[in-house]
């Protein structure tokens, strides 16, 4: 049998080894999932499902300090921000209970025409099928829950397949299911090499496909699935944000130090790119900078850490190459531009980098911000639409009218203002367009993705 080796991002020490799947099991597991989908009698019923995601809730609330020790240890996001990761996948699973009863169809009017005379037509909404989820390593648990926990309040068996890097989070939590009373049938881990993975989702008895992660991967899987296969994809952006003259910088600049930093940049609507009116431009890089400076960066299992490790050293150092060809090309560094060790880079601040430099044109995934000058408003909703990413961007503004115009003008699937891009609760939409995905997430709109609608008409005497 083959092992994955799961190690500590932050110091490489080995924290477990856990069994690949082979091809041959992994087909197995779709098998049982398809076969317990087209049983219509091995369904389950509504009040089952709530009873199973309560429960659920219930011994993960007994269990959040070994469920953030174990995120944190494996993903390298501190220890703080992976405690606040833990109670939001609490919070997903109550909500998916709670959002069952809201999954119904509706009645379609007949006797509009004579045609339709003497008839009775409602829609119902039913699981799509057998659902394959492939995960990210940056929320290690809260990405499971919200790509296993719809399908299941929704009675859709789904396969997960976690990041090779953080597989720890997913198997206890479909453990925690299994312990709440879910039938091991609609729930199944996949911890498999990526060809495995590609071949059992691309196979027609899969319905929906949940990707987060690279666009790259992710476009290039959706190309493959069979004919029919529904898909969702979440990718990553560069989250634009402009500040207006008249922005509060007191208040705006610790939740954009945040939003840029939070788990080292490791985060799809990760602060990156910031367009600061010239007025202000002076005032808002030094408070900026010098609250970036403050940051503390070193072991995620320290309470008192701000800022982690990045997930694996080949990411390290194509962040630090970008962050060098942005300097020579003519980018001032502000604040760090170096590496502390061999999983540790600084807090950088980077001051207009040209707009052909890496870390202007692609999204960094990494301890960097950068910073440019614009001198009106029109110009910077239009550089912050130049790249063909749309995600989440914001604006910060005390000018209702300026606030709407970048609301109706930002290419982005959210627009925040006066908060930074990296807000999200549970249950609003999220989800990207164009390059940055497909598909909407939030627990209940993946609730309703994963639903299929069906038509009965009823002839009446």
Not at 445 to 458: G, P
Request: hydrophobic share 40%.
């Amino acid at each position: 049998m083959e092992y994955l080796k799961v190690v500590s991002p932050y110091d490489g020490h080995l924290i477990k080894e856990v069994p690949l799947i082979t091809a041959g099991q992994g087909e197995k597991m779709l098998d049982t999932a398809y076969k317990i989908f087209n049983d219509r009698s091995a369904w389950l019923p509504k009040y089952r499902r709530i009873e199973i995601l309560e429960k659920t809730a219930q011994i993960m609330s007994s269990r959040i300090e070994e469920l953030t020790i174990t995120a944190a240890e494996e993903g390298g996001k501190p220890y703080k921000d992976s405690k606040v990761e833990v109670l939001r996948a609490i919070n997903g699973v109550k909500l998916a209970a709670e959002h069952i009863g809201q999954i119904k169809g509706s009645e379609i009017p007949m006797g509009m025409t004579p045609a339709s005379e003497g008839r009775l037509a409602f829609t119902t909404r039913e699981p799509a099928g057998v659902v394959f989820s492939i995960s990210a390593f940056n929320h290690p648990l809260n990405l499971i829950v919200h790509q296993t926990v719809p399908a299941i309040a929704v009675g859709a068996p789904v396969i997960i397949k976690p990041a090779s890097t953080t597989p720890l989070s997913c198997i206890n939590f479909v453990d925690i299911l299994y312990e709440a009373g879910l039938p091991r049938e609609y729930c199944q881990v996949a911890v498999c090499r990526s060809s495995v993975a590609e071949k059992l989702v691309t196979d027609k008895r899969v319905n929906f496909m949940s990707f987060i992660g690279s666009a790259k991967i992710g476009w290039y899987l959706a190309a493959k699935l069979s004919s029919g296969t529904r898909y969702a994809l979440e990718h990553g952006g560069v989250a634009p944000v402009i500040l207006e003259p008249d922005a509060d910088l007191d208040k705006a600049i610790p939740g954009l130090i945040k939003g840029g930093f939070y788990h080292s940049g490791q985060v799809c609507v990760s602060v990156q790119k910031i367009f600061v009116h010239k007025n202000i431009i002076r005032e808002f890089t030094g408070k900026f900078t010098e609250g970036v400076k403050k940051l503390k960066t070193g072991n995620p299992l320290d309470k008192t850490v701000d800022a982690g490790p990045i997930i694996i050293k080949e990411e390290l150092d194509r962040v630090e190459q970008w962050i060098k060809e942005a300097e020579e090309s003519g980018g001032k560094i502000l604040c760090g531009g170096k590496r502390i060790s061999e999983k540790l880079y600084e807090p950088t601040v980077i001051l207009n980098p040209p707009e052909d430099a890496k870390v202007s044109r692609e999204e960094i995934f990494g301890p960097a911000v950068c910073i440019y000058e614009y001198e009106n408003i029109d110009e910077a909703i239009n550089r912050a639409n130049a790249l063909p990413f749309a995600f989440q961007a914001a604006v910060y503004t005390e000018n209702i009218n300026t606030a709407l115009k970048c609301s109706a003008e930002l290419r982005a699937s959210a627009v925040m203002i006066n908060d930074h891009t990296a807000f999200r609760v549970d249950w609003m939409p999220f989800g990207g367009w164009d390059d940055s995905g497909a598909g909407t997430g939030g627990i209940p709109y993946s609730m309703h993705e994963m639903t299929r609608e069906k038509l009965t008409v009823i002839k009446l005497k």
